[in-house]
């Protein structure tokens, strides 16, 4: 069966650090990768999402970057954090072979990122 | 811009009652529905997928799809206190790319 590991499971940066999160799945080939970010009390913002090795397509302009440097590795990064990058980062997969429809995605347990 | 719509809550229904959580979306073209649970502090986890017109059930839970009208719901049956927690609706982007829009969710609060 499919897996996704998502970690850290909390971080805490101060304004201005880096970051980097990184997500794998397991069990399956070519996933469809996303990230999502989700505000306290608010619905899911997609960030970047990738079709294959070395495809990240940005949905919104921001400081935060993706990299898929394996076929079932997605990292979020940031050169310097800011204190609204604060929230509750979600990685997911969806099966990326042919199907009628569109495949439901699976969620990661997710990094709560507070910024100091 | 395309969008999905759901009543923030939160809706308090007694235990071993009937929940009806909506959603209606803007995008004609969606062909993929989906309901997501989330309980608080945790990531969403799948509980329903619809690509149909008409009815689903997967035990407590009925998922009812009606593409004329843009509207999508999800019954529970027999409701319980473990089921409270927030649920997401989530309607596919035309155009490609496996990609999800998301409501903001529906509270639900189930009390003994």
């Known amino acids: 069966s499919q897996t996704i590991h998502q970690w850290p499971a909390t971080l805490v940066q101060p304004v201005g650090s880096p970051l980097s999160l990184e997500c794998t799945v397991e069990g399956t080939s070519n996933p469809n990768l996303y990230w999502y970010r989700q505000a306290a009390g608010r619905g899911l913002q997609l960030l970047f999402y990738?079709?294959?090795?070395?495809?990240i397509s940005s949905e919104v302009p921001q400081n935060l970057s993706a990299s898929r440097p394996q076929d079932r590795q997605f990292i979020l990064s940031s050169k310097k954090l800011l204190l609204s990058d604060s929230g509750f980062y979600l990685c997911a997969w969806s099966d990326g072979t042919g199907g009628i429809g569109v495949q439901p995605q699976h969620f990661g347990d997710g990094t709560r990122l507070s910024i100091l | 811009q395309k969008e999905v719509e759901q009543n923030s809550g939160p809706l308090s229904v007694p235990e071993g009652a009937i929940a009806s959580l909506n959603c209606t979306y803007s995008?004609?073209?969606?062909?993929?529905f989906f309901w997501y649970r989330q309980y608080s502090g945790k990531s969403p986890e799948l509980i329903m997928s619809?690509?149909?017109?008409g009815d689903k059930e997967d035990g407590r839970f009925t998922a009812q799809l009606n593409k004329a009208s843009q509207y999508v719901s999800l019954l529970i049956r027999d409701s319980q206190p473990s089921d409270s927690a927030t649920y997401l609706c989530a309607v596919n982007l035309s155009g490609g790319y496996n990609k999800l829009i998301f409501g903001a969710g529906t509270r639900l609060a189930v009390h003994p």
């Open positions: 995008d004609r073209v969606s062909q993929s």
């Open positions: 619809i690509y149909s017109n």
């Open positions: 990738s079709v294959g090795i070395g495809q």
